[in-house]
């Protein structure tokens, strides 16, 4: 479920708990977490003492750059969760997969009910690591400027929701914010790219950029499933201002009419039919 705010929300706590400190002891719990490395003891033995000197993210994955040459990559994917354990004799949840023993005495863990996260150590050459190549822009890059936006969707012959989804045309969004930007563009899911104009695309962009950034400042979205919370176990707030996502038989703020929700390309979509017509 973490999408591109709840990511960038973690990053941020990273930075502030976690970069300088220096990595002491690594467990590597779980096989399919580590399933990159041939041996997860590639992972701890790359990782042990080394010091993190940086805290980045490119869509939703996490960049930690290391002190020596490498870059320790984390996808939380679907119900990955980085928590902080300032005490290492604090109960780990269940699903604890990796751990990274800092000075200081505190933990960094991975959790992650469900494995389809990982957690893996890379080349990093100037740019993003080679592993993230496939990725289309990030969309609050400051290289991502509309003329960029704009190049990643053209030729696309897909509905819009796919498009915006597919993290190969744009990193970073998912079901809830693609449903929330294209709210706030009044056009359906099923809008065809090709049939996009100038016009429409400039506001796209807008309005991607305007709600990622509010829903950073609000500390990400957390769902009824519980499953996205900060590094210290905080849920963000940015739920209570969607406009369409997770509020269906409820009346859009905007115009009154009642949300829906329906199955569509294999996933749940949110929209309003006064203000998404078409």
């Not at 941020?12 to 490395?37: K, P, Y």
């Not at 604090?90 to 389809?116: K, Y």
């Not at 890059?141 to 045309?169: E, H, W």
Request: positive net charge; charged residues 25%; hydrophobic residues 35%.
């Amino acid at each position: 479920m973490p999408e591109l705010p709840e990511v960038e929300v973690v990053r941020r706590d990273l930075e502030r708990l976690v970069v300088g400190r220096r990595i002491e002891r690594v467990e590597a719990l779980g096989a399919r977490t580590t399933r990159r490395h041939a041996d997860p003891r590639e992972l701890v033995h790359g990782l042990t003492g080394r010091r993190v000197r940086t805290a980045d993210r490119y869509g939703k994955y996490l960049l930690l750059g290391l002190d020596a040459p490498g870059v320790l990559v984390i996808h939380l994917r679907m119900s990955g969760q980085l928590r902080w354990a300032p005490d290492p004799a604090e109960p780990r949840p269940r699903h604890t997969h990796v751990v990274l023993g800092l000075d200081g005495g505190a933990e960094l863990r991975f959790v992650d009910p469900r494995t389809f996260g990982e957690v893996f150590l890379t080349e990093a050459p100037a740019g993003r690591p080679p592993a993230l190549a496939h990725l289309g822009p990030d969309p609050l890059a400051a290289s991502c400027t509309p003329a960029v936006f704009a190049a990643a969707l053209t030729g696309r012959r897909t509905a819009l929701k796919v498009a915006l989804m597919d993290q190969r045309t744009i990193a970073g969004l998912g079901n809830i914010y693609s449903d929330e930007v294209l709210h706030r563009v009044g056009l359906r899911h099923d809008h065809r790219v090709a049939d996009l104009t100038p016009e429409q695309v400039r506001r796209i962009h807008t309005e991607t950029h305007r709600i990622l950034r509010d829903a950073i400042r609000a500390g990400g979205s957390s769902l009824g499933d519980g499953q996205y919370v900060d590094l210290e176990g905080r849920p963000g707030r940015y739920q209570h201002q969607h406009r369409v996502y997770g509020r269906a038989g409820e009346p859009c703020r905007t115009c009154g009419a009642m949300i829906v929700r329906e199955r569509w390309s294999g996933r749940s979509t949110s929209s309003c039919p006064g203000c998404q017509p078409r």
